[in-house]
């Protein structure tokens, strides 16, 4: 089975286990763009992830306005459709929170993060397939989460039980997707996402786990003061400090 291949079927797996998950009152809506914005998520696994890597970048969980309305982690609209070269047809969620409506590509609003850290990558690599060739960017959780008044909830900020099934379930993607892209960097995007490349290395066979070594670079959310500092200047040193670049 080629790379790309099974990076689309763990995906589908991935989908089909959260969709069936429940939460409680505090979660008022769920957004999963691996289904109703599958178009977009499937095309950048089929053009991108295609081969093994070098770096393997995680982040948390979507963006309201990125991965939310293009299916691409950090998947700010600019960046996925005029660099990376991908625009279809996305759809909408079944429930829709109406102060987090799903546009797709016709939408306006610009997701921060993903600004900043395609903004970086687009500088540095110039070409996505230069990028792409040796780098991947995933995330943890492909699930969104809201309270009543639309705020973001983070997954770390969900009842141990309701971490329990979701984690469980991520952490099998993660490993799968670590053993078939093969990478010699696990870089988690913030701490978190640090915290769970950590976790997952027991599920990993002896010889990827001996290959792979953590690092972590700065979030690139706006809600970070050192971010707002200069978060581009700030990773790529963390970045070159590890040898990553």
Known sequence: MKISDEILRIAETLSREVQELSFGPKVHTVYNPLTYAWNGHAEYLRRYGGCKKKVLFLGINPGPWGMVQTGVPFGEINAVRDWMGIEVPIGRPEVEHPKRPVEGFSCTKSEVSGRRFWGLMKERFKNPRDFFTDHFVANY?????????????????LTAEEQKAL????DRHLAAAVEILKPRWLIGIGKFAMERFSRILPLLDADTQRQVTLGSVLHPSPASPAANKGWAEAAERQLKTQGVW
Do not use: G
């Open 141 to 157: 959780c492909p699930l969104v989460f809201m309270e009543e008044s639309s705020k973001n909830l983070t997954p770390d900020k």
């Open 167 to 170: 984690f469980d379930a991520c």
